[in-house]
């Protein structure tokens, strides 16, 4: 079982719409969590960090729900710049090494 | 700007050959992490530097691949005797304190 799993999609939605899609995380014993943003053929970018009590930064909502497992990202009123693939990172106890899904496609059309 | 800079940014090479890249960090930051990732796939870990000390290797990574960090800046990954299998981005990626970490544009290789 991969340590990081995520729907690779691709999502489809329409400009303005609503897309939510989770990553579940096999170690337990985890610590830190983050959201990364990468567009084809760039490097990935830090999108936002996700807290236990989740946050929000502008349209983008993350949620972390530790006893099943898994984090969220939800992108409200999606625009097309939001086209992209979401990676879900994790931190593990005890571990330096920070471990990345495969990523979620998000395409937003016009 | 990533605060990262990594060279060269292209690389084709024949199948048998070395290559080195390099990566150089903006500012200070004591933390360094080389990765490697192919299409359709997440960054895959290789190995972690904090300060000059290389902390954690991937046991994927073999022995044709080493990497090191002399001053506790800039880091060189080298891949001897190169195979179509290593054809992939290189990235290396900095943080300073806190988890997170930032990448370099990356160093695309193409092995031929």
């Known amino acids: 079982r991969k340590e990081v799993e995520q729907d690779p999609g691709p999502f489809n939605v329409p400009e303005g719409a609503t897309v939510a899609f989770n990553c579940t995380y096999s170690n337990s014993a985890s610590q830190s969590f983050f959201w990364y943003r990468q567009d084809c053929r760039k490097e990935p970018k830090l999108l936002m960090s996700?807290?236990?009590s989740g946050n929000e930064d502008g349209r983008f909502t993350a949620q972390l729900n530790r006893a099943s497992q898994y984090i969220s990202l939800l992108i409200r009123d999606s625009k097309l710049s939001d086209s992209a693939t979401y990676l879900c990172?994790?931190?593990?106890?005890?571990?330096?090494?920070?471990?990345f899904g495969a990523g979620t496609t998000v395409t937003v059309r016009a | 700007d990533t605060g990262v800079s990594q060279n060269p940014r292209h690389k084709i090479t024949k199948r048998g050959q070395n290559v080195t890249f390099r990566c150089d960090p903006i500012?200070?930051?004591?933390?360094l992490y080389w990765y490697r990732q192919t299409l359709g796939q997440g960054p895959e870990f290789l190995t972690y530097f904090q300060n000059e000390a290389q902390l954690e290797k991937s046991r994927l990574l073999s022995d044709r691949f080493s990497a090191e960090r002399p001053k506790g800046s800039f880091s060189t990954l080298e891949i001897q005797r190169t195979e179509q299998g290593d054809s992939a981005m290189y990235l290396c990626a900095v943080g300073q304190g806190s988890t997170e970490a930032f990448f370099g544009q990356g160093t695309r290789l193409t092995v031929v």
């Open positions: 500012s200070e930051h004591n933390r």
């Open positions: 990172v994790v931190n593990f106890l005890n571990d330096y090494k920070l471990s």
């Open positions: 996700v807290y236990s």
